[in-house]
């Protein structure tokens, strides 16, 4: 509730703030011909709403276990403002050049993997078992390989995230959806600490909604985007229930897949699968509105993530 009331009460400040400067979303060319006159609109909202986050889940923590806020609150935090550092060093570069190319592919590379590497090594020093439960094939021990799927699991799903993030509102909804699930999963678990982050996260977003359903009067930017994507992944980790990502992040899952499969059906043949892609854009150019396709993909995520929890409950 406090991160719906802080984002909810100064993001009009920080949208004032924007417009002022004149500091505003660049679309890119590629895109949706319509999606033209969201050019200008604000951006690297994502701003508010991780400090919202960040301010909750101490607060939150401090109130619960005022003399030992536990090193996973520390790692789920540091990962979130890591991956929006990122986020908004690329929206920087994209208002300051007036265009919608940001970091080198490279250094935002780099810098995911930094996060993923102390994500690791926090969960070695936590001692949590570095094997991956895969449904219907039993557990696989990993050891020392567990550093090379968190460095994946924090890249793919970060980026997964943030190409997902296109339409008005989409993200802002699908992630408050998956943060729900994993804090429901983590209240089971009696990890108080991850589910006081989790329900941070979706309070926050909540609130941000309100500014970025359509028509939005600003975006998250890759600010937000990255920070959520990567901050999903961590706590997927952090609970041990990994690979249920790929069925509550299914949403994320489908958008990346769709520009995979576009690019290589393109260079392989020369004809591309959909209309256009991430796939919320395939959807736009068979007519459908930025609402339909919202809800549309909301409910999705929604029955994935019940379905979700109530598998890995069920356990």
Sequence with gaps: MGGFIITAAFMPSLIRYFRARHEGQMIREEGPTWHEKKSGTPTMGGLLFIIAILVMTLAASWLTAPHHVLSTTWILLFILVLYGALGAWDDSIKLFHRQNEGLKAWQKLLGQIVGALLLFWVYVHEQLPMELKLPGLG???MGGWYALFA???LV???NAVNLS???DGLVSGLASISFAAYGIVALAQHQTNISLFCFAVVGSLLGFLLFNH?????FMGDTGSLALGGALA???ILLHHEVSLLWIGLVYVI???SVILQVASFKLTGKRIFLMSPIHHHFEMLGWSEWKIDLTFW???LLTAISGVWVMLAK
């Design 139 to 141: 557990t696989w021990h």
């Design 151 to 153: 460095i994946i699991w």
């Design 156 to 158: 793919g799903f970060s």
């Design 165 to 167: 993030d296109g339409l």
């Design 214 to 218: 359509k028509p939005a009067k600003i």
């Design 234 to 236: 961590a706590v997927a």
């Design 255 to 257: 958008e990346t897949a």
């Design 299 to 301: 409910a999705v995520g």
